[in-house]
């Protein structure tokens, strides 16, 4: 089946500094979603993305659909205590499906 | 709105014993699915709706049953509870429509373990 790989799978930054994250798909997806958990709570969506080469801001947060559709990224900007959490990526190729990423888990130190 | 609502929060099942685990939704979203969320697997797909009365399975959909009779609630019920089924399992509802069909707002999870 299809797979995403999500990379890192944790990262622990100063707070202030950038982040950013990836997503790699060994098929073309047709959408890219970026989620964030926080601890004892449901994903709520970041940024969604439809179309290849697009670039959305979301406050401090950028996300990019790649243009061969295999790829996405998310970046933080000057990250803050309260990034902290659990990121996902998300695809959708020719189904009704969303397939997730396995997560990059972030902790921010002040 | 209340927005996407699960119950329990919590539960605790011995093997074999059956349950439901309950989920709503008052945003009108035609499609709504059902996750388990397991370490380093981030979120499967059990089973999916994408309207009333329309079900399909998702990709680890053994041990589960679902239905769709309003477009409100989506219950997913375990038949006879395994210990590996013991996760969290998340409800997540969206719109169909083609300028927003995957922008999924979930639900705050029930935590199930089986012993």
């Known amino acids: 089946g299809q797979q995403l790989n999500q990379s890192p799978q944790s990262m622990f930054i100063q707070e202030g500094e950038d982040v950013s994250m990836n997503c790699t798909s060994s098929s073309i997806f047709n959408t890219w979603l970026w989620y964030k958990q926080d601890p004892g709570e449901g994903p709520v969506l970041l940024i969604a993305?439809?179309?290849?080469?697009e670039l959305t801001s979301n406050g401090r947060l950028t996300a990019q659909f790649g243009i061969t559709r295999k790829d996405s990224f998310l970046n933080i900007s000057a990250s803050i205590p309260s990034d902290v959490g659990i990121y996902f990526c998300?695809?959708?190729?020719?189904?009704?499906?969303?397939?997730f990423g396995t997560g990059t888990r972030l902790q921010v130190f002040p | 709105n209340a927005g996407v609502t699960q119950t329990p929060k919590f539960q605790v099942l011995k093997t074999g014993q059956s349950m439901t685990l309950q989920c709503a939704q008052d945003?009108?979203?035609?499609?709504m699915s059902w996750y388990r969320q397991d370490p380093g697997m981030g979120l499967r797909l059990i089973h999916y709706s994408v309207g009333a009365g329309i079900t399909d399975q998702g990709e680890v959909p053994n041990g589960y049953n679902v239905s769709r009779s309003t477009t409100e609630d989506f219950p997913l019920r375990l038949l006879s509870a395994a210990p590996s089924q013991t996760s969290v399992y998340f409800c997540?509802?969206?719109?169909?429509?083609?300028?927003?069909?995957?922008?999924?707002?979930f639900g705050p999870g029930t935590r199930l373990t089986v012993t």
């Open positions: 997540a509802s969206s719109y169909s429509d083609t300028e927003s069909p995957y922008e999924q707002y």
């Open positions: 993305l439809y179309k290849a080469g």
């Open positions: 945003m009108n979203h035609e499609y």
């Open positions: 998300a695809g959708q190729s020719n189904t009704d499906k969303l397939i």
